[in-house]
């Protein structure tokens, strides 16, 4: 089974990219399933029905999030409902959702880190606690960790090695060269990177950004616009064991 995972896909550029990169790699690379990160694909901060059922109709099976999903609270009340979109696994008792989804024979697992990311319950321990319960479930689990700390980041996969077939990371925007497979059989990378404006800081208009850094004053950022790179990773796995036979790092540029 070859995975397409998605990095964070930012605003109506990001979007753009999925739309005009995803048929071709589909058919190029025999994806058989796709996950995106979905929690900036609304004007760059948050989601809605509307941005969600975007990417759903270019092919995606689940849309991942992050720390930014309830920027926009209309997509709160379709988080118990059909549409596929998970929230950290992690998140506080109460929260609106699912951290988890199977799928045609693959589970989908959202985790949220804590080190210069927020407070949040413990990602080790709610991935544990999912896993126990895993009595004869689905060998294939992918894992969307979006973190800020690539400590965290590595030592996740490191405490997953052999227990899913994917830990890949999400959150800062900014791809990572060191995708490997982990001695038991984990796929890991730290960040797959951002589906959005290439002349950017992170999405956001660089003099807006700039600014901030300056004067380290308030400002309203902006989306910036232009043409986008589109970054994911394809993870090929062994259906028969969930172990992952490949990872390997895609990334494409509008012209």
């Known amino acids: 089974m070859r995975i397409?995972?998605?990095?964070?896909?930012?605003?109506?550029?990001?979007?753009?990219?999925?739309?005009?990169?995803?048929?071709?790699?589909?058919h190029d690379y025999e994806v058989s399933f796709i996950i995106?990160?979905?929690?900036?694909?609304?004007?760059?901060?948050?989601?809605?029905s509307n941005t969600a059922r975007e990417l759903?109709?270019?092919?995606?099976?689940?849309?991942?999030?992050?720390?930014?999903?309830w920027a926009k609270k209309e997509i709160i009340?379709?988080?118990?409902?059909?549409?596929?979109?998970?929230?950290?696994?992690?998140f506080p008792p109460g929260a609106p959702g699912r951290g988890s989804l199977e799928i045609q024979g693959v589970l989908v697992v959202n985790l949220?880190?804590?080190?210069?990311?927020?407070?949040f319950d413990c990602p080790f321990r709610a991935v544990d606690s999912m896993l126990s319960e895993i009595k004869t479930g689905p060998k294939v689990i992918i894992v969307d960790f979006h973190a800020e700390?690539?400590?965290?980041?590595?030592?996740?996969?490191?405490?997953?090695?052999?227990?899913?077939?994917?830990?890949?990371?999400?959150?800062?925007?900014?791809?990572?060269?060191?995708a490997c497979i982990f001695p038991k059989g984990t796929a890991y990378v730290t960040d797959v990177g951002m589906v959005g404006p290439a002349d950017s800081v992170i999405g956001v208009d660089a003099e807006s950004a700039i600014r901030s850094f300056?004067?380290?004053?308030?400002?309203?950022?902006?989306?910036?616009?232009?043409?986008?790179?589109?970054d994911a990773v394809l993870v090929e796995v062994d259906e028969a064991t969930g172990k992952a036979i490949s990872i390997q790092r895609i990334q494409r540029q509008e012209e």
């Open 56 to 69: 759903l109709d270019c092919g995606v099976n689940v849309i991942t999030t992050g720390n930014h999903v």
């Open 112 to 119: 949220i880190g804590r080190v210069f990311i927020g407070e």
């Open 149 to 178: 700390a690539t400590s965290e980041k590595v030592a996740m996969g490191r405490y997953l090695d052999g227990r899913v077939s994917a830990v890949l990371g999400t959150h800062t925007h900014i791809g990572t060269s060191d």
């Open 77 to 90: 009340p379709y988080m118990d409902g059909e549409l596929p979109i998970l929230r950290p696994l992690n």
């Open 36 to 48: 995106a990160n979905g929690e900036n694909s609304a004007g760059g901060i948050g989601i809605t």
């Open 214 to 230: 300056l004067t380290s004053m308030p400002h309203r950022f902006f989306m910036s616009e232009g043409p986008a790179i589109f």
């Open 4 to 26: 397409l995972m998605i990095g964070d896909v930012v605003g109506r550029p990001g979007r753009r990219a999925v739309r005009q990169f995803l048929p071709g790699l589909c």
